[in-house]
């Protein structure tokens, strides 16, 4: 019996899986680096959550979300062109508003809940001013 055709089959047997061996080899390595750097990514991300958590108590306050009205920004608006304080009349004026008893009021209403948001004070009764 020849079994040199059993021979060189499994030759080819074998190389095949040596070489299926050396390619999963590599792409272990390959993902090996790969994890590698994600665990770096991670690591960094960690240190970057505490040092914002630790920093956070340390930054300002922004600046409070404004009720949805459209007055709001224009009544801001007419204190970054206002030399000095304004009253509610002043702004009723500057937004384009009749002096109705209404408006005025409205104005004011607005003026105390910008007051209570830290945008604007109240210098003394009725006089309103952008915080400094």
């Known amino acids: 019996m020849n079994i040199r055709p059993l021979l060189d089959a499994l030759d080819l047997q074998e190389d ?9 080899r590599a792409q272990m390595d390959d993902l090996q680096t790969r994890l590698r750097e994600a665990e770096t990514h ?5 240190i970057t959550r505490k040092t914002v958590i ?22 801001l608006d007419a204190f ?7 009253r509610a009349k002043d702004v009723c004026e500057a937004l384009g508003h009749e002096l109705l008893p209404k408006n005025v009021e409205g104005t004011r209403a607005k003026l105390k809940r910008l007051v209570k948001f830290g945008i604007l004070t109240e210098a003394d009764t009725g006089n309103f001013a952008r915080k400094q």
């Open 16 to 24: 095949a899986a040596q070489a299926l061996a050396d390619d999963l």
């Open 42 to 46: 991670l690591e960094h991300l960690a």
């Open 54 to 75: 630790g920093l956070a108590d340390r930054l300002p306050a922004g600046p409070p979300d404004l009720p949805e009205h459209p007055d709001y920004p224009r009544i």
């Open 80 to 86: 970054n062109h206002a030399a000095g304080p304004l």
